[in-house]
């Protein structure tokens, strides 16, 4: 599970790959403080950029909420 941490000594932000089986702790690679779990999903991108293209709309939207409320509009499901 794709797990991502948060130096609180220096700043950096860095994904890490834990097994469920192990315990959600890591080291900054950096200055090797232990950093913080921000998240732990999958689902988060991280340095997401708009505007983005949506092959299933075959259309460039500015935002996630305009990318949003075309699915809505046209009664879809969005993928
Ligand atoms: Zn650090």
Do not use: L
């Not at 700043?11 to 089986?21: A, D, G, L, M, V």
């Not at 293209?53 to 305009?66: E, I, L, M, P």
Request: with cysteine; net charge positive; proline share 4%.
């Amino acid at each position: 599970m794709i797990h991502v941490f948060k130096c609180e000594k220096c700043n950096k932000t860095y994904e890490e790959y834990i097994r469920i089986s192990e315990p959600i702790t890591s080291k900054c690679p950096s200055c090797k403080k232990s950093a913080k779990k921000i998240f732990g999903f999958y689902g988060i991108k991280i340095g997401e950029t708009w505007p983005q293209y949506n092959v299933q709309a075959d259309k460039t939207f500015d935002s996630r909420h305009q990318e949003d409320s075309y699915f809505e509009s046209i009664g879809a499901v969005k993928v």
